[in-house]
């Protein structure tokens, strides 16, 4: 029975990024690595949930109060774990991530060294209260992710070959220029603790940009990944009604669900690098 508490206590942390992290990494990582093998999947999904625990530990105890009101059920203020505790387990995750990580490469324990730093960026010094710091951050910090999972689920653990690293490189520009459809929903929230994110700095030019970035990439990952023509016109008209969304429906609930339009079309334009594999890698 204490296993089970702990392990929920854990699985509490992470609730509120199993699907817009864990799911659409977990299926990048799958289909960007060359000669990958279901037998990896396991150890991807493990892998990538492991340091989300480590991110979302350190975010969560440095202000506990904030989920008071609107996360009630996180560990912290429903008293499944002490702050105390929270802060030892925060900082004893990153050796365990690094552990777990040299145990595949000395590449993928790079990528979990990279992702430590990045963590404490962001979350001890603060540099997410500023619209471009956090955006870069979130950028570098989810192709980390990308970096681990991918050497993982591939067949050599120490490398990544031309199209995996093209597509880690397309996954940065997408973040740097969209991952601001997060921060919609949190507007209040933010504006309250004085946090400046690109939606509250530039309300106008923020959602204007989300159709003209979706549509952009929609474009660019469709000449990129070869794909058909009927599968890039669907692509692109769903990057449209997306997009636009967020311009013309702005209400709380109207961007939370946006936001979860926004995770499809990502988790889409995550498996754009497996539609090149199945179809035009050399050899096929």
Known sequence: MAFAYHLITLLLFTKSDIKSTVIPLSIFSLVAAPDYS???IPHVI??????????DVSNQTLQPDEDKQNKPWRPLPSGRITLSHAVMLRW???PLCWAVSFYYSATV????????????????????SHWLMRGLLNAIGFASFEVGGTLIAGSQPSNLDSNAILAICLSVGIFLTTAHAQDFKDVLGDDLIGRKTLPIVYPVFSRLSMPIALMFWSTALSFT?????ATSLIFLCFSTVVGGRFVTMK???DDQVSYYFYNAWLAAAYILPGYWRLYHAPGL
């Open 38 to 40: 279901s037998s990896r």
């Open 46 to 55: 493990v892998w990538i949930w492991l340091h989300l625990l480590q991110f």
């Open 92 to 94: 004893w995750l990153v």
């Open 109 to 128: 324990l790079g990528a979990s060294v990279a992702f430590a730093a990045l963590t404490v960026l962001y979350n001890e010094q603060h540099m997410h």
């Open 225 to 229: 990944w070869h794909t058909d023509r």
């Open 251 to 253: 209400t709380i609930l």
